[in-house]
């Protein structure tokens, strides 16, 4: 278990970068958009597993058409501050094919996870797949695919909150942070 002072000392010396209202604006902008694209298309909403689960809780009431929602666990950080080896923990119950998907999660870091999903949701037969993210990261590198529908663009700090988490923490947020740079540096320091 982690030192809750180190959880207290993360988020006193984190900077907000969207506060609840603005995550507001950010979560109605995203349903505009969704449902312009994919409102008469009978979407099944695909939420990645833990990162999303504050997103997706967020949007689909605002989501004002037929709609469906499942899950995916897959990931590659494992309470870590890097990604790793990519893991499937889990695969949806509900079929995809002939479907059109909207994956969504929390972050678009590396965009490996998410084009691997996008992959998976393919090679099961969806009819076309789209990708949602509340936060692109630019890492000033290519990445596999790049999102359909994004919330908010941010530099690459470290980011928690909205159902992003600093090592299995602070997912429960409501807001948009970002930890300082060198934030394992200075946790050890403090």
Known sequence: MMPLTEIEWVKKNSTCLLDGAAVEQMYNALAVEITEECGDKNPLILCVMTGAIVAVGSLIPKLDFALEVDYIHVTRYHRDLVGGQ????QLPATPIQGRTVIIVDDVLDEGITMAHIKAYCEEQGAVSCYTAVLVDKDLN???????DFVGYHS?????????????????NINGLYACPENIEELVCQS
């Open 86 to 89: 990519l893991e499937w923990k």
């Open 141 to 147: 590198k290519q990445k596999p695919l790049q999102a």
């Open 155 to 171: 530099g690459k700090q470290y980011l928690f909150g909205l159902g992003m988490d600093y090592k299995g923490y602070l997912r």
